[in-house]
């Protein structure tokens, strides 16, 4: 399937989507509570089949904080990029994909850390690289007095 | 005081707990591997990483796109050129730059010799960690000779540094072309010799065949790239499904083996060190005339939008994921790194093996910690 065709399908999964052609692939915007439903589909419908998450990022967009998962297809070779984002900035949270690709474990980890976005059902979700005293580093409103970050 | 109750349990359910790291040798860097034990066999391991987290994610957000290159050297140091080629062809492509053939063809020159002297390590390494310790001379005995190179064409020996968004930072030696024939020559000789060392002792085949097995599907499911994704029948390597610099124009073999276990990652290495001296051949006498550099504005702005590059770095899949607004600094870079994910698989495929496995199955993964950390 190309672009177009892809995104004539995804689009049949679920309603509420904004899909866009990228430069590179093809962007889905799904609202957090579609996020789980709509990702567990396109890892087991047949024409999909995007079994291959080869990245899995935590975005700060400023007033909203979001996820980017960038899904392949190792049979067909395709790719899409979900997006979704949470306004919630206190007490931001998610569905955790963990259980349809298991290298979202220790990725959702990683965005918990960074960004303190909290995943649903997460099988472990403790904080990867730093400890508990720290704040979220890769949100835009971080302040490091020691380090002095500046922009 | 309150009395406290003691639990006593059987002895067959008494779990030990040991820490493997932050020092072991056979962690390779500073990786701290929780291991519960039941007798001499592993019931589970918790990574604990973040030893040395630097936050390059964090510092790429305030500096400018030339200075990331010198950040993502200290990512995979091992194959520190692939990582700077990684952001240079993502700035290149979001500023839709047309790259002179010559920059191509030294780049993945220079991409291979990385990729053979990382596995040149990785293999010293790897038999030391299994009590093979000339192994370990063997291999840095030639990884010095590609490591001699990189000096006269880069000035640095591991950390090069030499791409910069628009090509390379100065032309190659003069001698480049010559020394690397000569290394070729010497290392088609040599690399038999690994396989007499290692690859066929009987102790070796003992402590690697059917340990650590891990099946295409998990592969796929935990994001294992690389040689060790390979090894496991997983073909993910990103010069044959998304060529980039010169690999269009060359002729290769993407590695695949279906075994999956510690025996087949080795092989598949030592395989990749042949295509590796395959695609060096094809292009050394073979590099086109042209500029070293294409002339770059001074401040480079990326437009804004979002712009991923995958390369195949020694041990996997790299992704920069760049997302741009309009400024000199990137908004948010992610670096998926390869290691990420191939430490991910350890707990799965070393539960139920003996420790002394463990040491074989790491060695194995070739993971390098500040890749992890960032």
Known sequence: ?151 | MEEKEIITTPDEEQEYVINMGPQHPSTHGVLRLLVSLKGEKVKSIQPHVGYIHSGIEKMCESITYPQIIHLTDRMDYISAHINNEAVCLNVEKALEIDIPDRIKVIRTIMSELTRLQSHQLWWACFGMDLGGLTCFFYGLRDREKILDIFEETCGGRMIVSYNCPGGLMYDIHPNFQKRVKDFIKYFRKILPEYDQLLTGNVIFHERSRGIGKLTKEDAISFGVTGPTGRASGFSCDVRKHEPYSAYDRVQFKEILHTEGDTFARYIARIDEMWESMNIIEQLIDNIPEGPFAVKMKPVIKLPEGEYYQRVETARGELGVYIISDGNKNPYRVKFRSPNFSNLSVLNHIASGFKIADLVAIGGSLDLIIPDIDR
């Open chain 1, 1 to 151: 399937m190309d672009k177009i065709q892809l995104g004539e399908f995804i689009k049949s999964l679920a309603s509420d989507l904004e899909i866009k052609e990228g430069k590179q692939y093809l962007e889905v915007t799904v609202p957090p509570s579609m996020l789980y439903q709509l990702a567990r589909q396109l890892r087991e419908k047949e024409e999909a089949q995007f079994d291959f998450l080869f990245c899995l990022s935590g975005v700060d967009y400023g007033s909203d904080l979001g996820v980017v998962y960038h899904l392949r297809s190792t049979i067909y070779d395709h790719v899409v990029v979900l997006k979704t984002r949470t306004s919630d900035r206190e007490h931001p949270q998610l569905d955790s994909v963990a259980d349809i690709w298991l290298t979202a474990n220790f990725h959702e980890r990683e965005v918990f850390d960074l960004l303190g976005i909290k995943f649903k059902n997460h099988p472990d979700l403790r904080r990867l690289f730093l400890d508990n005293s720290w704040g979220f580093p890769l949100r835009k409103d971080y302040v490091d007095d020691i380090n002095i970050v500046y922009k």
